[in-house]
């Protein structure tokens, strides 16, 4: 989808025509650092869409006729992606584990010389290409926010060909495969899901050549959660949910009511109990939309 309805948010001297932003810089004379990419200051330009971004892909392309320039999407409390006016790189930042990848250095470009952007965000991996190639790859965790452009500059800047492309957020189920779990997974855990607006997906629905585990590990990654079921002592499960409390990804653990203690290390993550009886499937349904809805908001 093109974007054409932006608004400017900050920037006396920015202009919107026809999906187009052209930016001036008020003052010619700004020094590096990274207050400069704050959008109360001069020589700054905040532009906001009228989409939210979650999930998926976004595109633009800019012209810069100063090196002296970043221009940045961004969630203000959370990440931010493309060239940074501070250290003149490409990146992807994480400010609340205050973590960057990044890479390139945007005085390789010449001046007015069009450069591509696309950002791709598939739960928490995400991976910035700049005229199609890959420039940086890092793990962000994103809630549903209003695209925000920021330009910073020294000199004009124009922003155009803005688009987007929005999926819907993944679920990872990891459970053990047997005819009790897999019912719960089909009655439960999958309608419940695709109803909060959730791709749902297990391992045994992999239809793939590559090797089942990297299919997984790819999966946990590009999932918005994952949910566990963790009643049985299940190592295959154990190791996954690991994996994505490594990566620092949302986990909801769901564990029937009849097992007598939890394993030490999970034993402290809030998990939802439920009881295999038709009164417990309305009561596990409930909580779920809840946890789910937490996760979108």
Request: glycine share 4%.
């Amino acid at each position: 989808m093109k974007i054409k309805n932006l608004a400017i948010i900050y920037g006396d001297k920015t202009t919107i025509k026809n999906g187009v932003v052209t930016y001036h810089p008020t003052s010619k004379h700004i020094s590096d650092g990274r207050k400069f990419e704050k959008a109360n200051e001069a020589n700054s330009a905040d532009i906001r869409t009228n989409q939210n971004f979650s999930q998926g892909i976004v595109k633009f392309k800019f012209k810069a006729e100063d090196k002296k320039t970043g221009v940045l999407i961004l969630d203000d409390d959370n990440w931010d992606a493309g060239v940074s006016y501070s250290t003149k790189t490409f990146l992807i930042r994480d400010h609340i584990r205050q973590k960057r990848d990044e890479s390139g250095k945007f005085s390789q470009f010449a001046k007015n010389q069009e450069i591509e952007v696309r950002f791709e965000l598939f739960g928490s991996n995400a991976r910035l290409f700049v005229n199609d190639i890959l420039f940086c790859e890092s793990t962000i965790n994103n809630l549903s926010t209003p695209l925000t452009f920021r330009i910073t500059s020294n000199g004009k800047v124009v922003l155009y060909d803005i688009e987007i492309e929005s999926v819907k957020p993944k679920l990872f189920v990891v459970m053990q495969f047997s005819d009790e779990y897999n019912a719960f997974y089909k009655d439960v855990i999958k309608p419940i899901s695709e109803e909060m607006g959730f791709e749902c997906v297990r391992a045994d629905e992999f239809h793939s050549s590559t090797p089942i585990l990297t299919d997984i590990m790819k999966s946990i990654k590009e999932s918005s959660a994952i949910i566990a079921e963790i009643t049985p002592d299940n190592p295959n499960v154990f190791y996954e949910i690991g994996f994505a409390h490594a990566i620092a990804k949302p986990t909801i653990l769901v564990c029937d009511r009849n097992r007598e203690k939890l394993p030490f290390d999970l034993s402290s993550f809030r998990t939802l109990f439920y009881q295999n009886s038709i009164s417990g499937k309305s009561k596990v349904e409930s909580s779920l939309r809840k946890y789910l809805e937490n996760i979108l908001t």
